[in-house]
């Protein structure tokens, strides 16, 4: 059980245009989302927090206008770059919490984005 | 503000060989400290917690970690690698849970090779 997918895992687009990433709890409701950015050899750097039909709540230093984040429902949260530019390049992670503590999160797989 | 270090970027050891992973952490108050296992093309999986209680704590696959306040530390220990166990590894500790309840911050990481 307790399982998160993220689509696509992997996309490669052109400059200055959008990505939308998805990430799914599969097979339980989750009250919280999260988004992560990882660097290669790098942490995992948290992006924002989101709850299902709230605006999502993000950290310092993240660009609000760059990275859209959308929780329609209790099993889906979209990530979207908008504009993208090389140094968007990154690995994104989402989690999804089934309560309300760090050890109730489930991590995706990750999606792996890649700007020319 | 909460924050983790993991000192070693990247550890070999031959597999049958015990390994411990280092992580100190910066927190004000009791920290609640994680450590997880990345494996490529999975999410990010719980390996054990810490939260209070007895120092030492056992996880799943073998691993087990020691909560050492005088020291800072929250070392992951395994007595015996197999070559399964190559992955990253990755050290959190959760944000303050009245208001960053769920955050986690994460370590850099430790990328571990397992020689044959």
């Known amino acids: 059980g307790a399982v998160v997918s993220q689509h696509p895992s992997w996309v490669i687009c052109k400059s200055g245009t959008s990505v939308k990433i998805e990430c799914r709890s599969l097979?339980?409701?989750?009250?919280?989302m999260f988004w992560y950015r990882q660097f290669p050899k790098q942490s995992l750097m948290l992006m924002a927090t989101s709850n299902e039909g709230s605006k999502a709540t993000y950290e310092q230093g993240v660009e609000k206008d760059k990275f859209l984040i959308n929780h329609a429902s209790l099993t889906l949260s979209t990530l979207t770059v908008t504009s993208a530019h090389p140094e968007d390049s990154s690995f994104y992670i989402c989690?999804?919490?089934?309560?309300?503590?760090?050890?109730?999160?489930?991590f995706g797989p990750g999606t792996r984005l890649t700007v020319l | 503000a909460q924050s983790v270090t993991q000192p070693d970027i990247h550890i070999t050891v031959s597999e049958g060989a015990s390994l411990e992973l280092r992580c100190n952490y910066s927190?004000?108050?009791?920290?609640?400290l994680f450590w997880y296992v990345q494996s490529p093309g999975q999410g990010l999986q719980l390996l054990l917690k810490?939260?209070?209680?007895?120092?030492l704590v056992q996880g799943i696959k073998g691993f087990e970690a020691e909560f050492k306040r005088s020291q800072s530390s929250f070392n992951l220990r395994k007595p015996s690698v197999h070559w399964s166990d190559a992955a990253e590894y990755f050290c959190a500790v959760e944000g303050d849970r009245g208001s960053t309840l769920g955050r986690l911050y994460f370590g850099r990481g430790t990328q571990l090779t397992v020689w044959p």
């Open positions: 989690s999804a919490s089934i309560g309300r503590g760090a050890d109730t999160q489930y």
């Open positions: 097979d339980f409701q989750a009250t919280t």
């Open positions: 927190y004000g108050a009791t920290p609640y």
């Open positions: 810490y939260f209070s209680g007895d120092t």
